[in-house]
């Protein structure tokens, strides 16, 4: 089970950190990653982290923005994103897959409900 929180309304340039609560048996094991929907579009892949926490990858649109991060202590998850746009707006998703290239490719094991951000401009 995978739980997201933090999303909520900002401003435009504004930062703003997700979390992602797993309750996963073997929660090393897994890659983990987020994904965005926004209303009227397709998922868009975000960033994922691989299971060790040593390689990370972005979306070209958040490249440079948007960090993950990962604390296999306390099972969590996060997404550092800064300087926020409108375009960010959306319902972001926290997942995870034991394969790498499955998770990238929106195939995951595991979906958390979903978080809200919404970025006024």
């Known amino acids: 089970q995978l739980v997201e929180s933090g999303g909520r309304l900002v401003q435009a340039g504004e930062s703003l950190r997700l979390s992602c609560a797993a309750s996963i048996e073997f929660f090393t094991t897994y890659n983990m990653g987020w994904f965005r929907q926004a209303r009227g579009k397709e998922r868009e892949f975000v960033a994922a982290?691989?299971?060790?926490?040593?390689?990370?990858y972005y979306g070209p649109s958040v490249k440079g923005r948007f960090f993950i991060s990962r604390d296999d202590v306390k099972n969590m998850v996060y997404l550092q994103m800064n300087s926020l746009k409108a375009e960010d707006t959306a319902i972001y998703y926290c997942?995870?897959?034991?394969?790498?290239?499955?998770?990238?490719?929106?195939?995951?094991?595991?979906w958390g409900q979903g978080t809200r951000v919404t970025v006024s401009s």
């Open positions: 997942v995870a897959d034991k394969n790498w290239g499955r998770l990238v490719a929106d195939l995951n094991e595991y």
């Open positions: 982290i691989d299971s060790s926490g040593t390689n990370d």
